[in-house]
C-alpha cells in the first residue's frame, strides 16, 4: 500500500470511529447552549399588567367563556384603568386557542372595523388584534386617546410577538390581489371545512386565481372527508397526478388540491384552463412545501 492510500485509509477509518463520538459531542454542546426543556412560563398576574403606569382598579378573569358563544375562545379578561377621576379605560382581551381562529374572528365576525373607533352608546370602541388575542378598548366618546398608546400597551403585553402570521408568507407573492386576503374555518369552496385555511387572491391582467393553504398538517382522513363533497372534474390538456384531486368550483371555475407530504394541504382554483391552472398550482406547492412554517 503506497503511502498515499494509506494516509487515506487511515482517514477513512478515523472518520468511522470517531464520527459517533463528535456528533454526541455536539449534541452535548447545543444541550448545553439550547437547554434540555424549556422552563415553564411563572403564571401571570393580571393586576400587574399596567396602562402608561396606571394599575387596573378591577380585573377579571373568565377561563370557561363559554356563553360568549365565540368558537374556539379559551379565555376573557376584562380590566378597568382609572385613567383620572371621571375617565375609566375599559379594556377586553380575548384570547383564542391560535391566531387562525382569532384573526378568523376579527375579520368575519362583523364587529370590528380596524382602526376606526366604533361609538357604541356614549362610549367609543377601538380593537387591536395581536397573536391569538384580540383587544378591545372601551372609553368615553368625549375622551381622546391615541392609537399609539394603545399599541404600546398591546406590544407591552406578556407573550407578544406581533406582525403578520408567519404561514402567510409562505404564500406567491407575485401578482397579490391588496386586501384580498381571508382566513376560513367554518366553510371553504362552499363546503364544510375540517381545518383552517389561508387564502390569497391573484390577478394578472385578465386572469384572477386562488390560493389556500391550510393552517397547519391535516391528516389524510381529515383532508378526504373535505374532498368527498367537492365536485369532481376531469382536467383536459394536462397529465392527470394522482396525488392531486381535480374539482369545479361553479361555472367556469377549475380547482386543483393536494395534500402534500408532511401532511400540509394546498388548493388553488380560478378562472383558468387546466394548464394555466396547474402551473401556478406547481408554483404555490413549492413554497408551501418547503416554508418553515
Known amino acids: 500500500m503506497t503511502s498515499g492510500a494509506y494516509a487515506k485509509f487511515r482517514g477513512?477509518?478515523?472518520?468511522?470511529?470517531?464520527?459517533?463520538?463528535?456528533?454526541a459531542a455536539f449534541a452535548l454542546v447545543a444541550t448545553a447552549l439550547c437547554g434540555c426543556e424549556e422552563k415553564e412560563a411563572p403564571p401571570l398576574d393580571p393586576s400587574s399588567i399596567l396602562y402608561k403606569n396606571i394599575r387596573p382598579s378591577h380585573v377579571n378573569v373568565n377561563e370557561n367563556p363559554v356563553g360568549e358563544n365565540i368558537p374556539s375562545l379559551v379565555k376573557r379578561v376584562d380590566f378597568s384603568y382609572p385613567v383620572m377621576p371621571g375617565d375609566t379605560l375599559d379594556v377586553t382581551i380575548l384570547e383564542f386557542k391560535s391566531d387562525v381562529y382569532a384573526m378568523d374572528y376579527y375579520t368575519n365576525s362583523g364587529r370590528f372595523q380596524g382602526i376606526v373607533p366604533i361609538l357604541r352608546g356614549s362610549y367609543l370602541e377601538q380593537s387591536i388584534r395581536?397573536?391569538?388575542?384580540?383587544?378591545?378598548?372601551?372609553?368615553?366618546?368625549?375622551?381622546?386617546?391615541e392609537r399609539s398608546d394603545l399599541e404600546q400597551y398591546v406590544r407591552g403585553f406578556p407573550g407578544y410577538r406581533g406582525g403578520f402570521p408567519q404561514e402567510f408568507l409562505s404564500l406567491p407573492f407575485e401578482h397579490r390581489e391588496a386586501g384580498r386576503t381571508s382566513i376560513q374555518t367554518k366553510n371553504f369552496l362552499g363546503v364544510k371545512s375540517y381545518f383552517p385555511v389561508l387564502v390569497q387572491s391573484y390577478r394578472d391582467a385578465n386572469l384572477q386565481w386562488n390560493v389556500a393553504r391550510s393552517w397547519e398538517q391535516v391528516d389524510?382522513?381529515?383532508?378526504?372527508?373535505?374532498?368527498?363533497?367537492?365536485?369532481?372534474?376531469?382536467?383536459?390538456?394536462?397529465v392527470r397526478d394522482v396525488e392531486n384531486i381535480y374539482f369545479g368550483v361553479g361555472e367556469g371555475v377549475n380547482g386543483i388540491?393536494?395534500?402534500?407530504?408532511?401532511?400540509?394541504?394546498?388548493?388553488v382554483w380560478g378562472y383558468l384552463g387546466w394548464f394555466d391552472l396547474e402551473r401556478r398550482f406547481f408554483t404555490a406547492s413549492d413554497r408551501i412545501y418547503e416554508a418553515r412554517y
Request: proline share 5%; with cysteine; aromatic share 14%.
Open 12 to 23: 477513512v477509518m478515523f472518520a468511522r470511529l470517531f464520527r459517533p463520538c463528535l456528533i
Open 130 to 145: 395581536s397573536d391569538a388575542r384580540i383587544f378591545i378598548f372601551r372609553h368615553d366618546s368625549f375622551r381622546r386617546y
Open 220 to 238: 389524510a382522513e381529515t383532508f378526504d372527508r373535505w374532498v368527498a363533497q367537492l365536485k369532481k372534474a376531469e382536467p383536459k390538456g394536462v
Open 257 to 267: 388540491a393536494s395534500r402534500l407530504p408532511g401532511g400540509r394541504v394546498v388548493v
